[in-house]
């Protein structure tokens, strides 16, 4: 049609030659027409694209390579991103877990305990001997100790939190010794061992600390 109306055209061709090789070429027309609108004459121009085409094709594949490794990584992140999300959710459900159970042991824990400080107190009251005494104070101190350490350790929400306060009171060193190394000195005195403790002399006699973490 357009060498009919006399328009420029142009082609583009593949050739393969007997060696297999292939050259890519467009050639480039315009038609001259006389005045009853014949052609007359013909120009033409014939030009070797081939490494202009080459150039074109690799891009195209590496244009296609490069979204291919594009859609490799979204898979890939988006594999990633189920596994960290499915992580999240076990590491939730697990602090979940250890809450709960550690809710329920507080009630367990500190029942019978605050029971048998109540008990200690009460036995306070009744006749004891010097020594029934003493013994009386260390399981008290002992238990009231404990309790203090149990209520920490259960209280998950400080922990994880980093808000557990370290508390910093004056007290006196040697009671502080005393009272803990009595329990043992027991149990040694039941096994016919002694149990000897010596406070250096230029150890301070009151110290500014967390008395029961101390312990």
């Known amino acids: 049609a357009k060498v009919a109306k006399g328009n420029p055209f142009s082609i583009r061709y593949r050739i393969q030659h007997d060696d297999g090789s292939v050259r890519y070429v467009v050639s480039y027309g315009d038609i001259q027409l006389d005045d009853h609108g014949k052609p007359t004459k013909i120009y033409g121009l014939l030009q070797d694209i081939t490494e202009l085409t080459q150039a074109h094709l690799k891009l195209e594949a590496s244009k296609a390579e490069v979204e291919q490794i594009n859609r490799n990584l979204e898979e890939t992140i988006a594999k990633r991103t189920a596994s960290l999300r499915e992580a999240k959710e076990e590491a939730e459900a697990a ?29 306070r009251d009744s006749s004891l001997s010097e020594e029934q005494q003493e013994r009386l ?29 370290i508390e910093k009171a004056v007290f006196s060193f040697t009671d502080m010794l ?38």
Do not use: W, Y
């Open 95 to 123: 602090s979940t877990a250890k809450t709960d159970f550690l809710s329920s042991m507080s009630h367990e824990i500190r029942t019978p305990l605050n029971g048998v400080i109540g008990m200690a107190q009460l036995l």
């Open 137 to 165: 104070d260390i399981l008290t101190s002992s238990g009231q100790n404990l309790l203090a350490l149990v209520n920490d350790i259960l209280d998950m929400s400080k922990i994880e939190s980093g808000s557990v306060e």
């Open 178 to 215: 005393t009272s803990t190394i009595a329990p043992f000195k027991i149990m040694a005195d039941n096994q016919g061992l002694d149990f000897v403790v010596t406070i250096d002399d230029t150890c301070a006699p009151t110290l500014r600390s967390d008395e029961t973490r101390l312990r």
